[in-house]
């Protein structure tokens, strides 16, 4: 059975960072690509950024730049470090993964941004 569990998320100040942690089992970690969501109240989820099997790595235009998403398969850890975040980042951040016949997600971690 996947399992996916986020850490790290908090209240930060605007121009400060974060870094959420997804630690994965029951699965081939390097296998699989990873991605990491958000969805603030009352928007679509978004994607924000993604991490093929071999490192490749995309970002929304939104937090290009600003955001490096990273794994570590030794730890089947996915990593989303935020940088100069900002009030609109606010939202509830999740990972996923695709292994077949389904997607499967984390619980989700909230990430506020406010002074």
């Known amino acids: 059975q996947v399992q996916l569990v986020e850490s790290g998320g908090g209240l930060v100040q605007p121009g400060g960072s974060l870094r959420l942690s997804c630690a994965a089992s029951?699965?081939?970690?390097?296998?699989?690509?990873m991605n990491w969501y958000r969805q603030a109240p009352g928007k679509q989820r978004e994607r924000v950024a993604a991490?093929?099997?071999?490192?490749?790595?995309n970002y929304a235009d939104s937090v290009k730049g600003r955001f490096t998403i990273s794994r570590d398969n030794a730890k089947n850890t996915v990593y989303l470090q935020m940088n100069s975040l900002k009030p609109e980042d606010t939202a509830v951040y999740s990972c996923?993964?695709?292994?077949?016949?389904?997607?499967?997600w984390g619980q989700g971690t909230q990430v506020t941004v406010s002074s």
């Open positions: 996923n993964t695709y292994r077949a016949p389904r997607y499967y």
């Open positions: 029951g699965m081939i970690f390097s296998m699989y690509a």
């Open positions: 991490i093929s099997s071999s490192g490749v790595t």
